[in-house]
């Protein structure tokens, strides 16, 4: 019997771990904003990987630091604070699904911006898991039509941001360990970080009290250093293992986990909303088809 490739196996993991990222955002947003979420999901994932990754910093050679401030903002501190704010409006699980947009992103750019070749069964793969994804928000639409679907855009962003990350770590940082990229991305962003949660009132006597803020910190804990920290170690290696079309198709299955979610937290799942995420399936063995 044929052993699983590693890359598969990460990419389950990652499924699992990110599709429940989701729900722990929505459970935090309850007793945080937007801007302290996404600044707090950032320290404390910052303040784990430095704990156990800090003397990988010395393998990033002094001319890789700039793509490697880039792809922390671009893979991890921009694209925090819009599912926070998108999450304000729109059901965790539907999140997840307009996330799908970023295999198509990552391959497009790709072709375009950096010159990396793909295969028509990656072509069709692509179209078939957003044909999926699509099916997924249009069931999502009927049956919550008091949803303010303009915070989508938000996600759509952050799947563009996704997919030049992919491609930025791919192209220019394919020969740094993964530890090592993980460990810089959040050395840059610790003040950022920093500034923004000290400008959004967390500091105050009323934030600092208050129970719901607490029950947060729980949920946001376990966000940063699993779905951020751990996660963001095992998909850099899984882009340099493997290719960018085949690390950001986990965006294809993520819905599935954060639906399983969504339904156990109250929101609703439809049959269609089943057969949609056995179409993504078949675009995610479509696109790694040989």
Not at 19 to 41: D, E, M, N, V, W
Not at 263 to 274: A, I, K, P
Request: aromatic share 12%; with cysteine.
């Amino acid at each position: 019997m044929k052993s699983i490739p590693k890359k598969w196996i990460y990419l389950i993991i990652l499924s699992a771990v990110w599709g429940s990222s989701f729900i722990l955002i929505k459970k935090a947003l309850i007793g945080l904003t937007p801007l302290q979420l996404g600044a707090l999901r950032t320290l404390f994932a910052a303040t784990f990987l430095l704990l156990i990754g800090f003397p990988y910093l010395k393998k990033i050679e002094i001319h890789k630091w700039k793509w490697i401030a880039i792809s922390a903002f671009l893979g991890t501190f921009i694209p925090a604070f819009l599912f926070a704010f998108a999450e304000t409006e729109i059901d965790s699980a539907v999140a997840s699904i307009l996330n799908s947009t970023t295999p198509i992103m990552t391959l497009i750019l790709g072709a375009v911006l950096f010159s990396i070749t793909f295969t028509r069964n990656q072509l069709i793969g692509v179209f078939v898991g957003l044909i999926g994804s699509m099916l997924l928000i249009w069931s999502g639409a009927d049956v919550n039509p008091d949803q303010n679907y303009w915070y989508a855009t938000l996600i759509l962003l952050a799947s563009i941001c996704y997919a030049f990350n992919v491609n930025i770590i791919k192209r220019h940082l394919q020969e740094i360990p993964a530890m090592a990229i993980a460990v810089g991305n959040f050395i840059v962003l610790i003040i950022p970080a920093f500034l923004v949660l000290l400008f959004s009132d967390f500091f105050t006597t009323e934030m600092l009290h208050n129970p719901e803020v607490h029950t947060a910190l729980g949920y946001l804990v376990i966000l940063a250093v699993v779905g951020t920290g751990v996660a963001k170690v095992m998909f850099n290696k899984l882009v340099q293992m493997s290719t960018p079309v085949f690390a950001s198709s986990v965006t294809y299955t993520i819905p599935i986990i954060a639906l399983l979610w969504g339904f156990l937290d109250g929101e609703t799942f439809t049959l269609w909303q089943g057969g949609a995420a056995l179409v993504i399936l078949l675009g995610v063995l479509l696109t790694n088809r040989k």
